[in-house]
């Protein structure tokens, strides 16, 4: 597939998503197969005004590129501005995030709330792909609701403004991340832009990739919540169904949160995205209180080893 000038062989993408796609999260990820990693959105406001948190956002490493990072904002000189800061890092391309359902977002006129402005959007879209020295790709859902389903529209116009690739998100606006994701829409907008299409919502294994490609013709398939606890997603043989099959891959997320993590700040965070590795397990409720009484990284990959052994321990018996 490609991107512009970015091109890249596996067609499984792993999703921005806000609190979670962070650097040792995307390192993970692509270890475990996944062609391309967005950040978690990113203000354009903060960028521009060098907000300490807002930088942090930022950081990469070479291991994990490529790799995208995606603004979100609404007034198109300030992404612009933002997208001409990123072109100092060592990122592939920028996101634009036209799909965030979230209220606060929303209320700003941004993520999912541009879709109803397509005028404001298509002069986001040329003010950062003005700005951008990467290619730049958008984000974006079904429409804003039943009634309003605008998908097809709004991706004939981001091609139009200068966007290398769309996501489709096969939701709308309204229904969040409840109901059922609508992959004719995904379709819908392949047959209808010649730049690559990525279908995104519902897909929580392997073969459900391999099987939105072939009902819709996207050219990737984007995961976002059904990596999370999951980044064997990415691959054919899918999740482990025992703890001890799990646990290397849970040590190597906390090995590289240690690595780049303020993990002393980050505590809750890290236990967050471990415990969502235990779902299904026997006995996780259990052990997600062990998590929970740990005071640092070293005490929760302890505990986890601890856990394995008595698990073995308790096949041996």
């Known amino acids: 597939m490609k991107i512009g000038a970015l091109s890249f062989t596996?067609?499984?993408?792993?999703?921005p998503l806000a609190g979670y796609t962070d650097l040792p999260f995307r390192l993970l990820c692509r270890e475990m197969g996944a062609g391309?990693?967005?950040s978690e959105m990113i203000s354009s406001h903060g960028l521009v005004y060098g907000q300490k948190k807002t930088l942090a956002m930022l950081a990469s490493v070479q291991e994990e590129r490529p790799v995208g990072f995606q603004l979100f904002g609404n007034d198109p000189a300030i992404m612009g501005e933002a997208a001409a800061r990123i072109n100092d890092y060592p990122?592939?391309?920028i996101d634009i995030n036209m799909g965030c359902p979230v209220k606060k977002v929303i209320k700003k006129g941004s993520g999912a709330a541009l879709m109803k402005d397509p005028e404001k959007a298509s002069l986001i879209i040329q003010n950062v792909c003005q700005n951008s020295s990467i290619p730049v790709t958008v984000k974006?859902?079904?429409?804003?609701?039943?009634?309003?389903?605008?998908?097809?529209?709004f991706a004939q116009m981001a091609e139009a403004s200068g966007a290398c690739m769309v996501s489709v998100h096969a939701r709308t606006w309204s229904q969040a991340f409840g109901g059922t994701a609508d992959w004719k829409i995904i379709k819908?907008?392949?047959?209808?832009?010649?730049?690559p299409v990525i279908g995104n919502g519902d897909v929580l294994s392997y073969d459900d990739g391999q099987q939105m490609i072939q009902e819709t013709g996207c050219d990737g398939v984007m995961i976002g919540r059904g990596a999370l606890g999951n980044p064997w997603v990415f691959q054919p043989g899918g999740i482990p169904d025992t703890f001890s099959g799990r646990l290397p891959v849970l040590l190597r997320h906390i090995e590289l949160c240690k690595r780049f993590l303020p993990t002393d700040k980050m505590l809750f965070r890290i236990k967050n995205h471990i415990q969502r590795y235990l779902t299904a397990l026997p006995g996780a409720g259990k052990i997600r209180k062990q998590i929970n009484l740990c005071k640092n990284v070293e005490e929760l990959a302890e505990s986890l080893q601890n856990?394995?052994?008595?698990?073995?321990?308790?096949?041996q018996e």
């Open 10 to 15: 596996k067609p499984y993408i792993l999703a």
């Open 36 to 38: 391309l990693c967005f």
């Open 91 to 93: 990122f592939d391309c």
């Open 140 to 153: 974006f859902r079904s429409g804003w609701n039943t009634d309003q389903i605008n998908a097809v529209e």
């Open 188 to 195: 819908m907008v392949k047959e209808k832009v010649a730049i």
């Open 307 to 315: 856990t394995e052994d008595m698990e073995r321990a308790t096949k």
